[in-house]
């Protein structure tokens, strides 16, 4: 179910949709047979994927990568090609779980503990009609995943949120998703689930818009400056010596 014309930077397929597409191809996974791996690729994880074969590799197989950084849309137009937009974990869950009905059985996965339980009783507030049949904090460890394996396989979930953060959520995905037979779609969803339970606060709109996102994470998380100079120094310049 990949697009036919998928844009390609540093190597990975990118499917230029725009948000609201986005929620129409995971509806149709969800209504499809088969498993379905989504990932929400960004400026950071590609570029561990120049260093991590196996990271590179998964990424080249996933049924949907949504591009989810500005950065992407800008090296996009750098080497001739186009993304419509940006679309971001957060996005791609709220507007998914506003069109589920009922049949559709949802699980979280991830984040600290508490988080994912504070997340789902935000998604369940905005959609009443919304099934969340489980949440867990659990860990990406090989240790943890006979529990983590069991709480799911019992809550049989349609549609499972993983947020371990990249790669290592990805990589469990990948791992594990077949011993799920009860899930359809699977998404690598990273920070979505402090999103949702208010733990962070998004940028404002405009800066959003502007491509500035990392300014404002970075002057909430000043912790977190090595990641955002891999993401707005390090992946342009492998970007501009690659073209």
């Not at 179910?1 to 149709?28: F, H, K, N, Y």
């Not at 500035?212 to 992946?235: G, H, M, Y």
Request: charged share 20%.
């Amino acid at each position: 179910m990949q697009s036919a014309s998928r844009v390609r930077l540093l190597g990975i397929p990118l499917d230029p949709v725009t948000s609201g597409e986005a929620t129409t191809r995971l509806r149709e996974m969800l209504s499809t047979p088969g498993q379905w791996h989504v990932m929400t690729p960004n400026s950071e994880m590609l570029v561990e994927a120049s260093k991590n074969e196996r990271f590179r590799a998964l990424l080249n197989r996933t049924a949907l990568n949504l591009p989810d950084s500005i950065g992407l849309l800008w090296a996009a137009r750098l080497t001739g090609q186009h993304l419509p937009e940006r679309v971001t974990g957060v996005d791609a869950v709220t507007g998914l779980c506003a069109e589920l009905s009922a049949d559709h059985r949802v699980f979280l996965l991830g984040a600290r503990p508490g988080v994912a339980e504070a997340a789902a009783n935000a998604l369940q507030r905005r959609n009443p009609h919304l099934r969340i049949v489980g949440t867990y904090a659990g860990s990406p460890h090989a240790e943890d995943a006979t529990e983590i394996l069991q709480k799911i396989a019992l809550a049989e979930p349609h549609l499972l949120l993983v947020a371990y953060g990249a790669p290592a959520q990805d990589l469990w995905i990948d791992r594990y998703m077949r011993d799920l037979p009860c899930v359809r779609v699977a998404i690598g969803v990273g920070g979505t689930f402090d999103f949702l339970a208010g733990e962070r606060k998004r940028a404002p709109k405009l800066m959003q818009e502007c491509g500035l996102e990392w300014l404002w994470r970075l002057v909430q998380e000043p912790s977190r400056w090595k990641r955002i100079w891999t993401a707005v120094i390090v992946f342009p310049w492998l970007c501009l010596r690659k073209k």
